[in-house]
């Protein structure tokens, strides 16, 4: 949910075009939800919510490998000819079995065992940052290593983008990269209206 969430402000993609979604629905982001996980249906359910197609990828991830709500969905997937990937933290996982390119991050037993919120969420989070950087690196929303449509939603992101301007165009007066910034509304446009 969180690597979702922040696929607009960095990269400037439309919300919806990068979902997180988690057994027992939102609620469940601040609320544990427990018995949720163990609907063998519901994941699939949950998907079809955001009408999903052949032209989508769903990533079922489960610190275990064997959460029922993430097996069922990915199971439903193929069945449907979507593609799909997975993120475990136990070799050999039964999520595993059901997603088209899986990922089995071993990470060895928890500090607090069971918790699985500490070593196998960090790496899965680890993960899920490589994946969603690299399809956006490939969706041409970077630029070297620059967040050149990022959303402009506070100070420090419009000074980040004027200091971009200026260092990719030449530009040296602030207040001039600044306003072609705010005029364009992304540091791509802004560059591509100086250099091009």
């Keep these: 949910m ?7 402000p960095t990269y400037g993609m439309p919300p919806g ?3 997180g979604v988690i057994a027992g629905g939102n609620k469940a982001i601040t609320t544990p939800v427990e018995n949720a996980e163990d609907d063998e249906e519901q994941g699939w ?25 993430v097996i069922g969905a990915l199971r439903h997937c193929q069945e ?16 595993s079995k059901v997603a088209n390119h899986p990922i089995e991050v071993i990470v060895g037993p928890e500090f607090v065992t069971g918790s699985t919120r500490m070593k196998s969420g960090t790496a899965q989070k680890l993960v899920l940052n490589m994946i969603s950087t690299s399809v956006m690196i490939q969706l041409g929303r970077v630029e070297g290593n620059r967040m050149v449509n990022m959303q402009l939603t506070n100070d420090k992101l419009i000074d980040r983008g004027t200091r971009m301007i200026m ?18 509304g992304s540091v791509k446009l802004a560059i591509d209206a100086v250099l091009i």
Aim: net charge negative; hydrophobic share 35%; aromatic share 2%.
């Design 45 to 69: 359910n949950d998907l079809k919510e955001h009408k999903i197609t052949e032209k989508d990828v769903v990533v079922g991830v489960a610190a275990s490998g064997t959460t029922p709500y």
């Design 17 to 19: 075009v990068v979902i």
């Design 167 to 184: 260092e990719r165009t030449g530009i040296t007066d602030y207040e001039k990269a600044k306003k072609l910034l705010i005029e364009k």
């Design 80 to 95: 449907n000819n979507i593609v799909t990937g997975s993120i475990v933290c136990n070799p050999d996982a039964d999520v």
């Design 2 to 8: 969180l690597d979702a969430s922040e696929i607009p």
